[in-house]
């Protein structure tokens, strides 16, 4: 699993589902090249209103089938684009999110709050006070699951105020980096001559990467 945190790692990964994408629609007989990106905006604007709803409520779904949230993720560039899939994406993400929050809150937490001593209770307590930037943090340096980090926090004692608000920024630049990926591979699938597209998003995940090192390493300092 450490492994998975490389960027390296991550971009072999990317290419070889790059690979796959065109080594399969050679096989499926299948030529993109024939359909134009004005005729996939249309096929787009034909779902309306429902596209949107549909997309949402298979986001929150999603954990019931094991869908990757990554995954899932991206596919909101390749539908909409990289400014209304970021949209649509934050909208689904933040009710993903409040869902799984409040189904540990209220299931969940008065057995915990039962069991919690020691340095256990403190930390509990510390997540209370400290609510807002500890889900910042854990949004911006992602080191758990999307679904296992709002399941989790549901079981602590951060308010939901702190939870919400933080979220909804925290996940801001992960959720820009997968929707323009998404957006960039549609378009390189249309006309290679969009590559450098696909270039980019990978530039934008390392530089996320670099960053959330940064983050995670000022913030273990600090915690000396």
Sequence with gaps: MRALKNPWVKILLIIAVLLVLFLGSRFLNIDLSKVSEEEFKHWVETLGGWGPVIYVLVYVLRPLILFPAGVLSASAGVIW?????????????NISSTVEFLFARYLGRAVVEKHLKGKMHDLDEKIEKHGFLTV?????????????????LGLTKVSF??????TLIGIMPGSFAFVFFGSSLIKALFDPRNLWMVAVGILIFIVLYKLQRKIRSATSKSNQ
Aim: hydrophobic content about 55%; cysteine-free.
């Design 161 to 166: 105020k702190d939870y919400f608000i933080a």
């Design 136 to 152: 910042l943090l854990i949004r911006l340096i992602p080191n758990l699951p999307w679904d296992v980090q709002n399941l989790s």
């Design 81 to 93: 684009g990289p400014l209304v899939g970021f949209l649509y994406l934050q909208i689904a993400a």
